[in-house]
């Protein structure tokens, strides 16, 4: 029987071609030139569904790992801070991009996540109050908690939507921030702030000593950094399959059309209910890998620059695509490191205020513009021109 004959014993409607084999995998030889072939809608819908796909992967996360061991202290802090970053533009990109519910209040969840990871895991002989307990009870926490007070707020969100939504959040924000300032037990008070989580896992003081694996040296910055890079990737993987579940499509439909959906049987309440949780337990989990990383944390910090820099990450990298959010918090990271190195080749760019312009109001003047650009020209940012490069390569030398 050649491959694409009919299978005997098969009559009308039920005669098909013989696609696959006993397991129902497409064979092969039919698969080779055609990669994006499915013949089910599992196999269409799986996370990783091409053998390149998963080159290209694997090939990312082995030169994610290499990093620490061949970057210096200032760019490996920075790499840490990507992928921190990057968990936390996952989460609002479930709630925006997903869900299309927009929130300027994602700072404020940062700062809960963070503070609930000092009080848990902070030294009880510093100067605000702290318990001392292990980071694997003070990381859960630090998403338990700021997802509880999206459960909370929820009910006002879901009641509003767009421009009143996004101002709502922005109040939430302030409120947060006021609350942060006056509550000295708990942050250290305004212009104080307060030493972070100490970094003690499974009763191991990652700060004590430097292990030597072979040829590979791992520094106490290495230890925490490949921590941050299991969490980003354990974190990507679930928002992925979430988007991919029931979930997920309930996200998308709301997101497209609210009353459509709900003519559907989508419960609007639910959905959008369940969209802030997860992305404030996201944004926590950051705030306290965040806070960690720098030491020590003041109230100003969880300010609305800090949720502009993630809103940022979310436009440019690429609305409703967790790949994006990583591009993107990659662009935001590593965009100001790229400048610095650049003022010692460009004269009129400075580190402070002595040259024309400074790296800061280079780095806002980009922002801003690229903002600008994905959002009228390109809404899945720097993500949906990799596409469009990489489909024109897959089609060349045709044009459509």
């Known amino acids: 029987m050649s491959e694409f004959e009919i299978k005997p014993g098969l009559t009308g409607a039920s005669k098909q ?34 053998n390149t796909k998963k080159v290209w992967l694997g090939l990312l996360i082995l030169f994610a790992l290499s990093l620490p061991f061949t970057s210096s202290g200032g760019w490996l802090h920075a790499f840490t801070l990507l992928t921190i970053y990057a968990i936390a533009g996952i989460g ?11 929130s300027l209040g994602h700072a404020f969840f940062m700062g809960l996540g963070a503070y609930t990871a000092a009080v848990v895991a902070g030294d009880p002989a510093r100067n605000a109050l702290g318990f001392g307990l292990d980071l694997a009870i003070a990381l859960p926490l630090a998403a338990i908690i700021p997802g509880i007070v999206g459960l909370i707020v929820a009910p006002l969100a879901t009641r509003v939507r767009g421009l009143y939504l996004a101002v709502l959040t922005l109040g939430l924000l302030f409120i947060g921030e006021q609350v942060f300032k006056t509550w000295s037990g708990l942050s250290g008070g305004a212009g104080n702030g307060r030493y972070s989580a ?35 990737i354990a974190l990507a993987i679930l928002a ?5 579940s029931k979930v997920g499509r309930a996200f998308a439909a709301v997101r497209d059309r609210d009353i459509a959906a709900e003519v559907m049987g989508v419960n609007l309440y639910k959905t959008k209910t369940l969209a802030f949780a997860l992305s404030s337990a996201y944004a926590g989990i950051a705030g306290a890998l965040l ?12 300010n609305l620059f800090m949720s502009i820099d993630i809103l940022a990450i979310v436009v440019i990298g ?32 400075s580190v402070s205020s002595g040259g024309l312009i400074n790296v ?19 809404s899945r940012g720097l993500f949906g021109l990799w596409i469009r490069i990489r489909n024109y390569f897959k089609a060349w030398p045709f044009s459509y």
């Open 318 to 349: 690429g609305v409703a695509t967790i790949s994006g959010s990583i591009i993107g918090a990659a662009f935001v990271v590593l965009l100001p490191v790229i400048l610095r190195e650049l003022t010692q080749f460009i004269p009129w760019l």
């Open 198 to 232: 100490q970094r003690i896992l499974f009763g191991i003081d990652l700060n004590a000593n430097t292990y030597a694996v072979g040829p590979f040296i791992f520094t106490p910055e290495v230890v925490y950094y490949l921590i941050c890079l299991t969490l980003l």
């Open 17 to 50: 071609l013989n696609f696959e084999n006993s397991k129902g995998v497409v064979r092969s030889a039919i698969k080779r030139g055609r990669p994006t072939l499915y013949t089910s809608y599992e196999t269409s819908m799986q996370m990783v569904n091409t």
């Open 240 to 244: 992925k399959n979430i988007a991919r």
């Open 360 to 378: 800061f109001q280079l780095q806002t003047i980009l922002f801003g513009t690229l903002i600008v650009v994905f959002v009228t020209i390109e």
């Open 291 to 302: 806070s960690i990383l720098i030491g020590t944390i003041t109230p100003e910090q969880w």
């Open 92 to 102: 609002l990109n479930l709630l925006m991009g997903y869900a299309g519910q927009i």
